[in-house]
């Protein structure tokens, strides 16, 4: 059997090691460098958000539109169930469990008769759910007072803060103009 040349061997060499430390990655104990790196998974809202304050600005004897002005197109209507109008919600975002709401509104002679469901979020606890940046602490105050600036000037520069002097005039406007056409024409 020839002998192989030096190069394609080492080339063999190398490509089998990372095979194996790569392999092993994935069955150490599942908490490898594969499990580290995750893709972006965006945010999904499904159905209609219903709040706090739009169930309570239902009442008792509203006419359908009047139902559908203040909760929106019900998600879910059926023909075998025309009495009766669903909202579902579900909103499901990466690292957490999904959020599921269900509110049904019930008709009786095609007038609002009650509602039944989950308990719904107000506007503002809800949009606090959706915030998931971390914060970074107080935000710095950024402009600097003139004193601090003088204190600036006169560290870096040994010398002593001189106030600003006015900037030049501009120069006059012309009082004629070109025409904006060629006289030619």
């Known amino acids: 059997m020839p002998a192989m040349p030096l190069r394609p061997m080492r ?31 965006v945010s999904v809202v499904q159905g209609n958000f219903v709040s706090k304050e739009q ?21 879910v209507t059926s023909l075998f169930h025309s009495d009766r109008w669903d909202y579902v919600f579900t ?15 019930y008709f009786r002679n095609d007038m609002m008769d009650r ?23 107080k935000v710095p105050r950024l402009e600097a007072t003139d004193e601090e600036l003088r204190s600036f000037q006169a560290k870096n520069h040994n010398e002593p803060a001189a106030t600003p002097a ?12 070109p025409p904006l056409e060629s006289p030619s024409r």
């Open 166 to 177: 006015a900037p030049a005039p501009a120069p006059a406007a012309p009082v004629n103009y």
């Open 91 to 105: 909103l499901k975002r990466q690292g957490v469990e999904p959020q599921k709401r269900h509110l049904t509104v």
């Open 115 to 137: 509602v039944e469901g989950d308990p719904m979020p107000s506007e503002s606890e809800f949009v606090s759910t959706l915030d998931t940046h971390k914060r970074l602490g």
């Open 11 to 41: 080339s063999a060499l190398v490509a089998a090691a990372a095979i194996v430390v790569l392999s092993g990655c994935s069955t150490a104990g599942g908490n490898g460098l594969l499990n580290a790196i995750t893709p972006y998974k």
């Open 55 to 75: 169930v309570d600005a239902l009442q008792k004897g509203m006419s359908r539109d009047q139902v559908r002005n203040v909760l929106g197109t019900p998600l």
